[in-house]
């Protein structure tokens, strides 16, 4: 497969880019594989064919593949768990059901072990971010191009299938907690109790322009690393498994070995994936927890 | 790494799920579990109640028992000190019965005897009267000698 593309560099690259919708500006000059030029007459909504034209699309384009799939695995895991809801009773359990009930104890357990307020929406809030963060990483076990190959047969140029790949995803969820993390800390200490907690710590107060600098860069390091970690670890995983795809375009030998590989990988990745999950979902309550305390 | 509004359009959707979760799965879920582990407590606490039960159950069904048993022993001791004593009354009865019985006998006995010594006296009376009159012949009145007669009844 990786033979359809000029180099194996092309190859990669081609992997990592979003399908991103977005708008042209008018007068844009569009290069195409083959060297060729089209100077778009006026500003044009369309798919980017490259990084460089996804990137010059600016801040209003969509990473459709990214919306798409999240979205999609969103929807799947609320889908399972309504129709275990909806079929909830105190009698025995079974299939579908069993497996809810397992993973709402599992994060009702985490919950109560890390966080030691009372807040109706942090267990919901994990239990979203635990399965969604899940399901999206599990899409990182899918050969790396059988989606894409689909995508492009009904004219896609890029799908990357893997949504916690894109900083985009990890981001939006890592700042909407950050914006709860504030809301939280603002409504439980109020405006003063939150500024003094990082003017006045862990220095004397006269010192305070330190102790805002330092409490600043921990207070945004929560968001940052939070999606980091989380980008980081997906973004790796998923580089490694297009390069052991690239093996497939060698010889047999090759690909048989690329083929073990592979198979290691996405076993040892299935490790990787909950426990990424579980991290991003145990750091979300632990920071909201903070936020609902007194100094530390 | 470029960003764009994918960013927003990821938010939007994550409240949108959470708040999803939030009103329609957890709080069903959470409830029936809840509800759950209530009922199988409450049913070790039953079951662990009705051993209690069953054990004083059985403990007073045996005390029962003994106590049957003994008043049972005792009824049964003083139903045969009855029947020996009801044997001994009966014997006791039928002896005085005999007794008196015998005593009527002999009483009805010795009423026969006067009454047959009676009416013997009485016809020895006669015969001898007969004897006389046979020796006599004319000479003696029946009449006459009735005082003589009467006399003579009352010394035999």
């Given at each position: 497969m990786a033979t359809e593309y000029a180099s194996s560099g092309e190859y990669i690259k081609h992997h990592l880019q979003n399908l991103t919708l977005g708008k042209l500006p008018e007068g844009y000059e569009r290069h195409d594989h083959h060297g060729n030029v089209e100077v778009l007459s006026e500003s044009t909504l369309t798919f980017a064919h490259n990084a460089q034209e996804a990137k010059d699309m600016?801040?209003?384009?969509?990473n459709v593949d990214s919306m798409a799939f999240s979205i999609g695995l969103g929807i799947l895991f609320l889908f399972l768990f309504r129709m275990a809801a909806r079929k909830a009773s105190t009698g025995v359990p079974a299939g579908l059901q069993n497996f809810v009930e397992w993973v709402i104890e599992f994060i009702d357990t985490s919950v109560r072990g890390s966080f030691s307020h009372k807040n109706p929406l942090v267990a919901p809030l994990a239990l979203t971010v635990f399965m969604w963060v899940f399901l999206m990483n599990l899409m990182?076990?899918?050969?790396?191009d059988w989606l894409p190959l689909a995508g492009s047969m009904v004219g896609?140029?890029?799908?990357?299938?893997?949504?916690?790949?894109d900083p985009n995803v990890t981001f939006g969820l890592s700042l909407s907690i950050f914006v709860l993390v504030l809301f939280y800390s603002i409504k439980m200490k109020g405006a003063g109790g939150f500024f003094s907690e990082l003017?006045?710590?862990?220095?004397?107060?006269?010192?305070f322009p330190i102790n805002l600098l330092l409490e600043g860069v921990g207070l945004i390091a929560k968001p940052l690393s939070l999606s980091l970690r989380l980008f980081g670890n997906m973004y790796a995983g998923e580089m490694i498994f297009i390069l052991i795809a690239?093996?497939?375009?060698?010889s047999w030998i090759l690909g048989l070995f690329g083929g073990v590989l592979q198979w290691a990988w996405a076993v040892f990745h299935i490790l990787i994936i909950t426990l990424q999950a579980f991290i991003f979902m145990t750091l979300t309550i632990v920071y909201l927890d903070m936020a609902h305390s007194e100094h530390h | 790494m470029n960003f764009n509004a994918t960013l927003i359009g990821q938010s939007i959707t994550f409240i949108f799920f959470v708040w999803f979760c939030m009103k329609y799965v957890w709080p069903p879920i959470m409830s029936a579990l809840e509800t759950r582990k209530k009922l199988i407590a409450d049913g070790l606490a039953a079951a662990d109640r009705g051993k209690h039960e069953l054990e004083l159950a059985a403990k007073k069904a045996g005390d029962n028992m003994r106590e049957a048993k003994a008043t049972a022993a005792e009824v049964i001791v003083q139903a045969e000190k009855r029947a020996a004593q009801m044997v001994e009354e009966a014997k006791t009865a039928a002896k005085e019965e005999g007794e008196r019985q015998l005593a009527a006998a002999q009483a009805n006995i010795a009423q026969e005897t006067n009454r047959a010594r009676e009416s013997l006296r009485e016809q020895v009376a006669a015969l001898a009267v007969a004897g006389a009159e046979k020796i006599l012949r004319r000479e003696v009145n029946a009449q006459t000698h009735a005082d003589l007669l009467g006399q003579l009844k009352a010394e035999l």
């Open positions: 600016g801040f209003w384009a969509v990182d076990l899918v050969p790396v896609l140029p890029f799908l990357k299938v893997v949504p916690s790949t003017a006045f710590q862990p220095f004397p107060k006269f010192m690239l093996m497939f375009g060698g | -």
